[in-house]
């Protein structure tokens, strides 16, 4: 790892992870993302999928300066040492079909166990294969184990055919925010099903993005981690020297003259369980 001569303004971190950027969208906040990457350095960057948004582009290809620069600085950071690794998610899902590759010095993962500087093994993936189990999730929970492998199965299968049709991938989160009263459950769902996956790979906890809600959290005694989005929330997990991990939201240009800067808060409190163990008991 390259050594910057001390610049205040830059924080370094051993582990930094970024999800849900949706380039190829008017909604990437890719400004934001960029002031972002300026004033953060790390070891390691986990992209954790929806980095580029493949179903977006397909239909309408937008692509203005600030995209590149985005991939400019990505790229330039791998050559000056970060060890990058790209977790697709479903809208860039055209890289599912080249892991254990590398390009321009990015590797490509399907998932990985992220080893804390604590010790603590992570469980890193970017979670829409779990669509199908949060939006059935009673029916799944009363059928048992098989209705809950069948439905990531067919999860795939459907996402392969609306892929085919030239059809948008199914939108958890947007779907969720149409169920305005029941959102909240869905993404306590969501993280419930993340954590049991987490627990059946005897992880002490699991880093996601995908449901664009970034939070650090503990369900049943597993870490549950969110990155969050560059689409409205403009959020990053960052994971310290000594294994700590802080959440950053980076809504202002710091690049500007007497700009705020980062709002940061670690550990916040536990939001969603209990209606989701209200439901499930
Ligand atoms: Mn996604």
Aim: net charge negative; hydrophobic share 45%.
């Amino acid at each position: 790892m390259t050594v910057t001569p001390a610049d205040p303004d830059v924080r370094h971190f051993r582990t930094l992870f970024i999800s849900d950027v949706h380039l190829g969208s008017k909604a990437a906040k890719a400004d934001f993302l960029l002031d972002f990457l300026r004033h953060h350095e790390a070891e390691t960057i986990v992209l954790v999928g929806d980095i580029v948004d493949g179903w977006r582009l397909k239909r309408n290809w937008y692509w203005p300066q600030a995209f590149n620069d985005v991939t400019q600085k990505i790229l330039r950071k791998a050559r000056k040492g970060t060890r990058i690794v790209y977790i697709p998610g479903n809208h860039d899902e055209f890289l599912r079909d080249f892991p254990g590759t590398h390009f321009g010095g990015v590797e490509v993962a399907e998932r990985m166990i992220h080893e804390g500087a604590d010790g603590r093994r992570y469980l890193v993936l970017h979670g829409d294969e779990f669509d199908v189990v949060v939006r059935h999730a009673r029916m799944v929970a009363y059928l048992g184990d098989w209705a809950y492998d069948a439905a990531i199965a067919i999860n795939v299968v459907f996402a392969a055919i609306r892929r085919r049709l030239g059809l948008p991938y199914w939108s958890f989160s947007s779907w969720a925010k149409q169920q305005v009263k029941s959102a909240v459950n869905f993404i306590g769902e969501f993280q419930k099903v993340v954590v049991e996956e987490a627990r059946r790979n005897n992880a002490d906890g699991v880093i996601c993005g995908h449901i664009h809600h970034a939070v650090i959290t503990e369900i049943d005694g597993i870490r549950y981690i969110n990155s969050g989005d560059w689409v409205e929330s403009c959020t990053a997990i960052a994971e310290h020297h000594d294994g700590e991990m802080e959440l950053i939201t980076w809504q202002t240009m710091a690049s500007r003259p007497a700009a705020v800067l980062a709002v940061s808060h670690q550990m916040p409190a536990i939001e969603t369980r209990e209606r989701v163990g209200a439901e499930a008991a």
